[in-house]
Structure formats: structure tokens, C-alpha cells
């Protein structure tokens, strides 16, 4: 089981060995390191999450009895702690009061209200990173292109304007709620399922998170609190309220991915870092070549990874950077 402490919004990793005497290890990052120097490190919160964790290995029919039903989880091989806080943390734990419950909420790409909210064909989302890889602007003509088509000039399912992120394209769409018909879209979600904030996790070197309308998603005023950590990655929270369109009631939507009870949604955009834009320096680091659509592009595969802060249910939504070299 891996444990975090978050102290004034970093994150520290440890684990706890099973093999015998409970040992808790725990490294810290290295702005973890460099508060403890100077004397202001304060353990405020913490969080525990147990995605090493493989439950179908508890067996309630071992011969040797109920003493063994849990051998083989607890014998299962622990990573090593590492100070990488993006790395782990997608299974986190929570306590919740109530014993009667049947069913957790999740979280699901919404794929079926818009075409607009699909992935592109590759299984992904696709970030266009400049006018020439969009086909906005002086390039915006009737030649094939991977962000619009060419006889159309409609935009191409699952292409994320990352350079205009006011233009038309797609955007990622999440609805968060009960999967099941056992508990009827009808029937009101609880507030202690119902998710009111998310926590948008993006590695700022490629990108930044923007709401639907491609406004910027950065104070707090708007609804949202940015943070970045010491490997570079941003954390967008984000909350439903009056002055901000990125996260909204869902109870009213006819069309959802939702079998039962609904919460709320969640719908944004990417927006290309100046970076990827200007050169490709990054994509030869870091990428490589593909074609798309018969276009010749550089390309960075990442994850953008969306948690529920009440229950902690997080889902990684696949992007790629691409970049038209044609």
C-alpha cells in the first residue's frame, strides 16, 4: 500500500512492507528536502492509495484456512518508494460513513453527446500545436490537413486546437456519477458521492487546461487554484460555481454515458505550450514520427489524468502533441 503526505501541496511517497513487521519508507521530493533545511517542513495532510494492490488474489477457499486467504496479496512484490509524485496515486483510498451503499461512483469519457467530445480514430486525443497543423489561418485552405478535413473544412474528430483554442475544435468531456441501472438516473445523487471539484493533472512542458470556451483556467476567482510541482507538472482544481463553465450540474443532461444516477461534468481543452508551437525541440526529446491523416508529424504521447477530490476516482485521458512537418 503506497503512501503520500502532502505537505503544503507536494507530494511525498512511501510504502508499507506486508512481509512482516509493518515498515513505513518514505522519501521526500526535492523541494520536500530543501523545506526540511530550512526548517519549515509541516506534514499537513495525507493520502493512501493501494494500486499495487490485486484483490482477485484473495482466496477464501485456501485449504490451510482463513489465516491464508490474504497470502498471496500480502507476498506480492512493492515497488521501491521514488519521489516521482506523478507516477502512482490513481487508486485512492477514502472512508465513507455510510454502510448501506451498493455502488461507488466513476468517472467516463463522454463519448456519446457530441462528436465534438470523441477521441480521434488513433484511440486518442490529438493536440494540434500550430496554424499548420490546426489548418486555421494562412493555412487554412482546401488541401487535407490533420485538424480539418479537406473537402469540409469541418473540424476532425477527436483534434484539440491547441494553438486556437477559441476555433471550433474538440474538446474532452467527462461525466462523473453511479454506472448502473440499479440506481436510476432518477434518483438524486447523494452529496457525499457528487463531485463538485476536480484536480486536472497536465505536464506544464507540453501544455495548459482551459475551459471549453478556451479561457484560460488559472485563479482562483474563476473557480480554480493552479499549482506546479517540482517535476513540472501542473494541477488544475477546479470547482462548479457560479463563474466558472468548466465544471457543471449533470442531473439536467438528457444524453450521457451515465447508466444511473448523475453528478456533474466536466469539459475543457489544451492549449499547446509556446514550446511545441515555436520549434521541435521537445518533440525530438521526447517523441517521434507518425503519420497522420497522410501527413507527416512529430508526435509526444502523455497522459492528462482528471480525480474526483471527494472520492478520489481518477481516470488517465490519452493526448497527443502533434506537430505538422510536411
Known amino acids: 500500500m503506497y503512501l503520500f503526505i502532502i505537505e503544503n501541496g507536494e507530494f511525498y511517497m512511501g510504502f508499507l512492507d506486508n512481509s512482516g513487521d509493518i515498515i513505513l519508507d518514505a522519501v521526500l521530493t526535492d523541494l520536500g528536502r530543501k523545506r526540511l533545511a530550512e526548517g519549515n517542513f509541516t506534514i499537513s495532510q495525507f493520502a493512501v492509495a493501494d494500486d499495487e494492490i490485486n484483490y482477485t488474489l484473495y482466496n477464501p477457499s485456501h485449504p490451510s484456512g482463513s489465516s491464508y486467504y490474504d497470502l498471496e496479496i500480502i507476498q506480492t512484490p512493492i515497488l521501491e518508494s521514488f519521489t516521482n509524485n506523478t507516477s502512482a496515486m490513481k487508486s485512492r483510498l477514502i472512508t465513507i460513513t455510510d454502510t448501506g451503499l451498493l455502488y461507488l461512483p466513476v468517472i467516463k469519457e463522454n463519448t456519446i453527446s457530441s462528436k465534438s467530445y470523441d477521441k480521434h480514430s488513433l484511440n486518442t486525443f490529438l493536440v494540434a500545436v500550430d496554424q499548420k497543423t490546426e489548418k486555421t489561418g494562412d493555412f487554412d485552405d482546401k488541401a487535407n490537413g490533420v485538424g480539418k478535413e479537406a473537402t469540409t473544412q469541418a473540424p476532425r474528430t477527436g483534434v484539440l486546437y491547441g494553438f486556437s483554442p477559441n476555433e471550433t475544435g474538440a474538446a474532452i468531456s467527462l461525466h462523473q456519477g453511479i454506472d448502473n441501472t440499479n440506481k436510476p438516473k432518477r434518483v438524486e ?138
Open 189 to 326: 445523487l447523494s452529496e457525499t458521492l457528487r463531485e463538485d471539484q476536480y484536480i486536472i493533472q497536465i505536464d506544464g512542458r507540453f501544455g495548459s487546461i482551459l475551459n471549453e470556451n478556451g479561457d484560460p483556467v488559472t485563479t482562483v476567482e474563476g473557480g480554480s487554484l493552479t499549482t506546479q510541482d517540482d517535476d513540472g507538472f501542473m494541477f488544475y482544481t477546479v470547482s462548479r460555481n457560479g463563474n466558472s463553465d468548466i465544471v457543471k450540474d449533470l442531473r439536467g443532461s438528457s444524453t450521457s454515458p451515465i447508466a444511473g444516477s448523475r453528478g456533474t461534468q466536466l469539459t475543457f481543452k489544451i492549449k499547446a505550450s509556446d514550446i511545441l508551437t515555436d520549434n521541435q525541440s521537445y518533440f525530438d526529446r521526447f517523441g517521434f514520427t507518425v503519420t497522420i491523416n497522410s501527413i507527416d508529424c512529430k508526435a509526444i504521447d502523455t497522459m492528462v489524468r482528471v480525480s474526483g477530490v471527494k472520492t478520489g476516482y481518477s481516470v488517465d485521458v490519452p493526448v497527443r502533441f502533434v506537430k505538422d512537418i510536411s
